[in-house]
């Protein structure tokens, strides 16, 4: 029978796929990706898997010369340079669809949590405050409303399926029309967001998204609007959605995704008409550990069957 291969994880990893692939290969653990003061030239030479939740850039790549694989938790892979590794011929796996419906209704708790202003009814009845008075009103509703959504991916669908279910129409915008489904489709984001008032992004980040919800696009959406965003922080300008948010220029946001994460700017925390989850859209136990399997049984079909299951595109 033949060595089991030698499999990397440089850093964090869930831990069931830790158990899955200690299982069936030699599994190197390290602390970070700073490979040269972890491994020995021989251990570089001899690593053929990675499983990661890291940035895993074109330096790291050059370090491992007999690397395969390597396994992205999670479905947004902006953080590993795939488009190096494909010169190198490392296939890059993540995690998609395992997640989509998970995703799509922490998307609709957190905007029905805006709108109806659930936190802040949650800290009146902790705080006291029904026994002398009754919860103002919420200034805005879902009714009447009409929901863009910046991307109709695998997750994109998923949310307007929710959506279509609330009795609200749905509009989005894309590079190209999705296939199979026939909301109304925008061809910009700023004419999608003129013509909605409640906008959910769910694009993946990188550079052909970066900021691309910017002033403009949240003056279109209006001062009824509802920004939520569940994809990624770097989507936004978060200068123009903190002014946007303070000056009234939109009603509300929610956001499960910001650029420095964790570290909330103080502008954020300040305004009272924002919420901000810490990054749980797919954060359930059951959820993220469907994610380590197909970590781990990307790399475990790579080896055994010469085929990853999930590679990117
Ligand atoms: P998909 O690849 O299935 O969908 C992405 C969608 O975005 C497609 O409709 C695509 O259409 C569109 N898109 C991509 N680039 C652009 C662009 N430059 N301009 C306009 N539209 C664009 O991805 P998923 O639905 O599986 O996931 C989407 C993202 O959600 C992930 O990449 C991740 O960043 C984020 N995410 C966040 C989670 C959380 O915990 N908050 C959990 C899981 C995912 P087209 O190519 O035609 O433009």
Redesign the pocket.
Known sequence: MSEPATVLIPGWMHEHARDMLRSQFNLIEIPDCDLEAHLTAQQRAAIRGVACYTTIDQNFIDALPNLEIVANY???YERVDAAYARTRNVVVTNT?DV??EE?ADLTLGLLISVVREIPKATAFVRNGEWKTSSFPHSRLTLRNRTVGI???????RCIARRVEAFGLPVAY????P?EGVDYAYFPTLLELASAVDVLIS????GP??EK?VNAEVLSALGSEGVFIN???GSVVDEDALISALRTGTIAAAGI??IVDEPNVPEEMLALDNLTVLP?????SVSTRTAMADLVARNIISWFQDGAAITPVP
């Open positions: 999670g479905v947004g998609p997640l989509n995703v910046y991307g109709m991916g695998r997750i994109g915008h894309s590079r190209r999705a769910i694009v993946p980040g052909a998204t691309t569940v994809g990624r499960d995704v990054h749980i859209g797919s954060a």
